[in-house]
């Protein structure tokens, strides 16, 4: 994959031999503050270099999701971060491979995604839930044949023709790119990309997924069968309101999307996907972490009747399943202590500690 404009040309790539000094190699730092770190990212290895063209410069707005998450008012201390993510995430932009990270629900597998997308001024993230029903094509885009059908027939009712002759000329209308395909479009930074809840989808999903992420590219078949002499078609994008070009219906990327897959695990993913993606296991957050969390989250006010509920909740996490967002929850109605009795209050907490699995908290 070469062109005379690919910014990673052979000459540019970097000696493997070299080594820079430690604290230097990390693009993401964790650290909640933004920066155009990702301007030091270097070349892919050859193997992961692709060449999309021409680049695609969209407009991306405030990502409302990632304000949610990361406590605009503080970010730089919303998100807690070790140094085996920070590690696992810069391993996955170097490399130019899908990061899969696993947990159980509420260690922040999901916000891991906005936490690098805002640190690296890389715009709102490409979410894409995954169910048992998703496909690959759901990803990729959605054609619109109803739509563009009922088009041509008013076409043809409002110029008396009849089934020949009558053409919707405009069907990149009708092609709207989904989040995989949106973050496939060859623009000259990464966009961050969420597939979440990974272990929830089809059996064959993750193998469907393996040569979009080999390739780096993929078809629309019904751009690819237009007639020789319409070769570029503006399309929708999953984001917002930019149309694209798009050359005989086929998208590459340029830069390959950071690309975080989150699974409960729940099921077994197949060794051809594993060795294809940088993998991570997050560890439910300890007595510390869990106390930085609340404070950034909720406020230092709320650490002062924290104790005893973290406490209980650090018990019914060794016995069984919950989850930090549960914890969260009852620390914020227990601020309104004063408006409520101790009996009220308890019976609000055990109600909201109440374990993942239904047995009594």
Not at 216 to 238: N, Q, S, T, Y
Not at 295 to 316: K, N, T
Request: glycine fraction near 8%; aromatic fraction near 6%.
């Amino acid at each position: 994959m070469t062109s005379e404009g690919h910014a990673h040309s052979a000459a540019a790539e970097p000696d493997p031999g070299a080594r820079s000094a430690p604290e230097d190699w990390r693009i993401y730092r964790g650290t909640g503050e933004a920066h155009d770190g990702i301007d030091r990212l270097p070349p892919p290895p050859r193997w992961r270099a692709f060449d999309g063209l021409p680049v695609v410069k969209l407009r991306l707005g405030y990502d409302n999701a990632g304000g949610r998450r990361l406590a605009p008012a503080d970010r730089g201390r919303s998100y807690q971060v070790d140094e085996e993510t920070i590690d696992h995430v810069n391993s996955a932009m170097y490399l130019r491979r899908p990061l899969l990270v696993t947990g159980r629900p509420g260690t922040g597998k999901s916000t891991l995604a906005y936490s690098i997308a805002y640190e690296l001024k890389l715009g709102p993230v490409l979410y894409w839930p995954i169910t048992s029903r998703s496909t690959v094509e759901d990803g990729l885009y959605r054609y619109d044949a109803v739509g563009r059908l009922q088009e041509a027939s008013l076409k043809r009712y409002e110029q008396g023709q009849g089934d020949e002759g009558v053409e919707v000329a405009d069907v990149g209308r009708y092609v709207r790119l989904g989040p995989l395909g949106t973050a496939l479009l060859p623009q000259a930074r990464p966009r961050v990309l969420l597939l979440d809840e990974l272990d929830k989808s089809d059996v064959d999903l993750p193998n469907d997924l393996l040569n979009i992420f080999e390739e780096g590219a993929f078809e629309i078949p019904e751009l690819a069968r237009l007639p020789e002499d319409k070769p570029w078609v503006k399309v929708m994008i999953h984001d917002g309101t930019d149309r694209v070009q798009v050359e005989r219906g086929r998208v590459m990327c340029r830069a390959f999307p950071i690309v975080i897959l989150t699974s409960n695990g729940e099921r077994a993913f197949p060794p051809a996907f594993l060795r294809r993606c940088v993998r991570l296991e997050i560890k439910p957050p300890d007595e510390r972490k869990l106390a930085l969390i609340i404070e950034s989250q909720l406020g230092s006010a709320s650490m002062a009747d924290a104790d005893a509920v973290i406490q209980r909740f650090l018990r019914l996490r060794d016995e069984g399943d919950v989850a930090t967002d549960q914890l969260l929850n009852a620390l914020y109605l227990t601020a309104f202590g004063q408006q409520q009795s101790e009996a009220t209050r308890d019976r609000v907490v055990e109600a909201l500690l109440r374990p993942l699995d239904n047995r009594p908290a």
